[in-house]
């Protein structure tokens, strides 16, 4: 028993010094400072726009972008830089469309399940949206804010809710509104070595080409940030997460990431993965950590 | 309702979203259900004095969003926003005036 | 409803017209003008309401985004620095001309924000009645097919 205790901490020591040398959120954070750096130069001013926008014509350049905005409005998404977006943007928060959507979580928030207990008590301080997801190790996956949410109503022997259902989309409202009144920076971790694999996975699939259109999460958010699709432009990765849950004109109500995420993939072509699926656990984990220093900002109003 | 009011030289601005779905005529007949959307509005200053009137048709969007201002009112008095809509409710609401 | 009529008889019933003070006017036209809200043209639903298309450019603002967000939900925003007794906002391109009529009370400000809906690109036209002389704005919006769905 001692000797399996002692090669057990060797291994460990062993383990830990071979990999103190690299920290396990190193590529992540080497993906980061270079993604940023792509989307300031790409979005600093329209001279020289035209190299990452060859096919953009020259008076769409000049009239209809917001140029060299400040860092923290990648987090507005398309409002953040095309000017006449922004114009409604501003016009629908001054009193904004999800005001329900935040008294109904809260009211769910407080809530009390069968045995006493409420999302209060498994989250006692609601400004949390901003630590979202998080890599757990002991059950070696990824979890969102929607898992957790699920989580904490199965502990509480209630029934897990749909993530893409309204109830979730309304208590993720709450969480986020108390984040983004808090000013919270998503600060997501990558603190082991299964960790940086998910985020690695997650990143494999932000970038891999799929379904019968052959696009990629990329070929939009990041070759495609600041083009448009019709008269749709495209949001870019950086900051893209800051806005939910998010008002879609387009639902007329609050969705959740997973909503979301599960239309884009029926937009690409290909049969949508579930929400609580590790595909979609991996690839909101890269998404968020692209974000981390990002405020959160949210519920927002999208088209 | 959600109702914004401010006061400033003398003029008093209001900012105010009522909750209605609006059923057009169009999607009532399609769903077989009856069409009903806000079809007036008239805000008031200490329930007397009218300061604001739309009449309302189908086209305007849903939980309509009004702006408006008018000459007058202080602090402590109150604006009321009254709508009614195509089936005959009405609905009060009150703001007032910091 | 009847004082509309007025407006395009003469001078002299202007001037009577005049008279009505607009503190008490309380006017659902939904009510009171059923066949103003059925009119099928800018036209049809100006002659209506007013009596006249007869109009003069100007002294009417219309701010509208160029490219609409949403058809169902446009936010636009009408002024008029004249002394206006009722601003009224059209479009052709909905199945119904007439989107909403203001009354402008004694103390009201002819300035008003609204969200309305416009079923494609098309021009939102806005009159301002002052005086029984018929002013107007005008400012076009598209209204497109997203790329995206979802």
Redesign the interface.
Known sequence: MLSKVITGSVLTLLSCSLLSAAPYNAQAKKDRAAMIKYMEAKFKNPKTAAKFFPYTPKNELEHNFIWGFPFQEFGLGDAGYVK??R??FD??M??P?F??AVDNGEALYHKKFANGNSFATCFPNPAITNLYPKFDDKTNRVVTLSEAVNNCLIKNSESPWKMTGMKMAYLESYLASKTTAAGKKFDIKIQSAAAAKAYRRGKIEFYSQRGYLDLSCATCHVLGAGK?????Y?SPLLGMIAGFPVYR??W?HVGTLEK?L???N??QGEVPHKPNSKWMGDLEYFMAYMSNGIKVNAPSVR? | MRMMVRNSGGVTTVIAMAQHKSISYEVAKKKSIKPNFITYMVAKLNGKEIVYEVTMSQFVSANPFIKFSFKGGKPGDTVTIKWEDLQGKSKVSTGKIR | MQRRKFLSLSAGAVAAAAILPSTLSAENYQKTMPKLWKAKTTSAAMQDLFGTTTTTQGHVTVKAPDIAENGAVIPISIATDLNASTVAIFTDVDPDACVAVFNVPKNGIPKYDLRIKMAKTGEIKVVAEVDGKLYIGSKTVKVTIGGCGG
Request: net charge positive; hydrophobic share 30%; with cysteine.
């Open positions: 006449s977006v114009a409604q016009n629908f001054m009193l469309p005001y329900n448009r699709t019709k008269a749709d495209h004109l387009k007329g979301r599960v239309g884009c029926k937009n088209k």
